[in-house]
């Protein structure tokens, strides 16, 4: 090959990587869920109906364990869009950031606004929403008047969808994750009264499950 048109080549290459590089994508929306039987560390029922539900029934982390979480869903976005990412928050009246709120089964202080606002409000070449649920793949449930056993084996399942400014999709890609151990409760029942007492998914076992199952993500092929 001629060294002139060879040159060329590598330069159009080295422009073609940088363009890519430069390009820049917003997180606008992470929606991440973990179900109530998996953060609640005691249930109790009498007739059907549950008690004590209120501030025991949520997840439960802290701003770190927040940090760790959003940074591992951005890096995770940047290697599959081959782009420079980060979460972006809208504001409230007051110069707030809008975020997801402490309670029930969501877990706080991620980005959330809709697709539509994301483009008006930010300047980027991708727009991107993330969502994050961890259920109950499979359970065996033995009880008898006295003592029973629950086992829960957790599922995550996390989908990724990208638009450009247009608003069309030009990313998708979901995965779910079901392989881990069981968890482990015990419950028994006095004069009508039921209690459970759960071993539930601690902070850095939701984050461990996460990184596991993002990286299952990216060894995928698009769909």
Do not use: W
Request: charged letters at 25%.
């Amino acid at each position: 090959m001629n060294k002139k048109y060879f040159f060329l080549l590598i330069i159009q290459l080295v422009l073609i990587f940088q363009s890519f590089a430069q390009s820049s994508a917003g997180i606008y929306s992470i929606r991440f869920y973990v179900d109530r039987r998996l953060v609640n560390p005691v249930q109790v029922t009498t007739n059907g109906s549950a008690l004590q539900q209120g501030s025991m029934n949520r997840v439960r982390l802290s701003d770190a364990n927040i940090d760790s979480i959003k940074a591992v869903i951005t890096r995770t976005v940047s290697s599959e869009l081959n782009t420079n990412s980060e979460c972006v928050y809208r504001k409230n009246r007051r110069g707030r950031d809008i975020k997801t709120y402490d309670g029930g089964n969501m877990v706080r202080g991620m980005p959330v606004s809709s697709k539509r606002q994301a483009i008006h409000d930010f300047d980027k070449d991708y727009y991107v929403q993330v969502r994050v649920s961890y259920s109950i793949a499979s359970g065996v449930n033995l009880v008898n008047p006295i003592l029973g056993t629950s086992r829960y084996r957790p599922l995550v399942y996390i989908q990724i969808m990208a638009f450009n400014a247009e608003k069309k999709r030009v990313y998708t890609k979901n995965v779910s994750v079901r392989d881990f151990d069981k968890l482990q409760s015990v419950q028994y029942t006095v004069n009508g009264v039921t209690v459970r007492n759960a071993e539930v998914l601690q902070p850095q076992q939701i984050h461990e499950m996460l990184v596991r199952s993002l990286q299952e993500l990216r060894d995928r092929g698009k769909r």
